[in-house]
């Protein structure tokens, strides 16, 4: 991978673009264009390097002049000299206030679950405003709102199911509207919750004909549930029903007797638990563990005309989320979004979901500290899981171009570049093979994976 040339190293030819990492312009053009201009270590080091090289280039025009300066008297001396005669500090400070955000007040909108835990903690707890932003996070009542009130430009950014964005772009329902992911919000963190008159109905071959809930037809829940109950011989079109119930009125629902049970949110899941009308069935994570849920997005319009806000809400985002990713950091966490204007729920039972010691509905305890988890990183091979099964189940017709979609919605380049920005560790790849329910995907093969399920939605 290509990092900043440094301007005092003698046996390297200087960059002449405007980032300080190509031989031309041209080059940075093209670069840039396949997304691979890598940033330095840290925005501070960037900065100096840029500044540097242009003012090596200016006293120095030709290397061969350069190299030989450099070789006589060495990198630190040449740094020095160059130091006296000109304030290189202060023009990286000057360098660096380029990247100042374009609209600091933001509005982003959140479902009150703790899938948005970054995005919520990120208020309270002075994430936001440590990367130079004031944002209000909004609480929103469905997927439905948060989807409607981001295309209206009433939010800048928003908590979004994971698939949503994609759907989005693709059109699926509505007019087509490029969006983008740069960060994932939750991996693990559902369950699947079942009524307590059901105790006794473990096996879900003896669930035909019972009325589940999802939070949105494009869902990770509703795709989770489907791949769940298929794998067990039931057919989610015919042998149940599925209804999409906003998370906040789905124990509600359960208490009612409107439904028998849904894969939902953990918190969902607890709360249910907690106030005794339900058990939890499953975890997610033994469907799929490591699995996506929820994202944080944002239109490409929002992107191309703020693109230093942008920048700034991913930074915390993802510095939120490396946060929350820390088991010692779980209870505060908890206590932060616990009030009326974020999740709205006993400190307990987001306790009980963030540290993963949790009552099950049944008398029992369970212990897993990865019952929800958070990595920030948008792989694109979860990206073609999701398209697989949009596909598996008749919202996407005709052929897909997988990776060309994941890559124009989900921004594993960007993100790598960011986080390696901020010292933390983002993989080398963006797409790795994973297993649900022991059925190994290859994100090389999507066609390949879909043949092989025999129940799936008629062409």
Known sequence: ??????????????????????????????????????????????????????VMRAVFPHDATRRA???????????????????????????????????????VGFIPITCATPIIMAAPLGFYAKHGLNVEVVKTAGWAVIRDKTINKEYDASHMLAPMPIAMTLGLGAQPIPFAVPAIENINGQGITLALKHKDKRDPKEWKGMKFAIPFDY?????????????????????????AVPPPEMVANLRADNIDGFLAPDNVCQRAIYDGVGFLHILSKEIWDGHPCCSFSASREFIAGAPNSFAALTRAIVDATAFASKAENRKQIAEAIAPANYINAP??????????????GLGGIKIDPKRVDFDPFPWQS???????????????????DYKAVAEQVYLATDTNKLMAEM?????????????????????????????????????
């Open 347 to 360: 400190v307990t039972v987001l306790e009980q979901v963030l540290t993963g010691t949790y009552a099950d």
């Open 219 to 243: 869902s990770m829940h509703n795709y989770l549930l489907r791949y769940y109950l298929a794998e067990h011989g039931l057919d989610p079109d015919t042998d149940v029903q599925l209804r």
């Open 382 to 400: 979860f990206a073609v899981w999701m398209l697989t099964q949009m596909k598996r189940w008749g919202q996407i017709k005709g052929d897909v």
């Open 423 to 459: 010292g933390l560790t983002p993989p080398a790849s963006a797409y790795k093979s994973f297993s649900v329910m022991g059925k190994t995907f290859d994100p090389d093969k999507p066609d390949d994976y879909l043949a092989s399920f025999k129940i799936r939605k008629a062409s």
């Open 69 to 107: 300066f450099l070789k006589s008297v060495g990198a630190s001396t040449a740094l020095a000299a160059l130091s006296q005669f000109f304030p290189l500090k202060t023009a990286s400070e000057a360098f660096a206030d380029t990247g100042t955000p374009e609209k600091k007040d933001l509005k």
């Open 1 to 54: 991978m290509a990092i900043f040339d440094d301007p005092f190293d003698a046996e390297r030819d200087l960059p002449g673009c405007v980032c300080g990492q190509h031989r031309s312009a041209s080059e940075h053009e093209q670069a840039r264009l396949a997304l691979r201009c890598e940033p330095a270590d840290s925005d501070e080091k960037r900065y100096e390097r840029v500044v540097a090289s242009a």
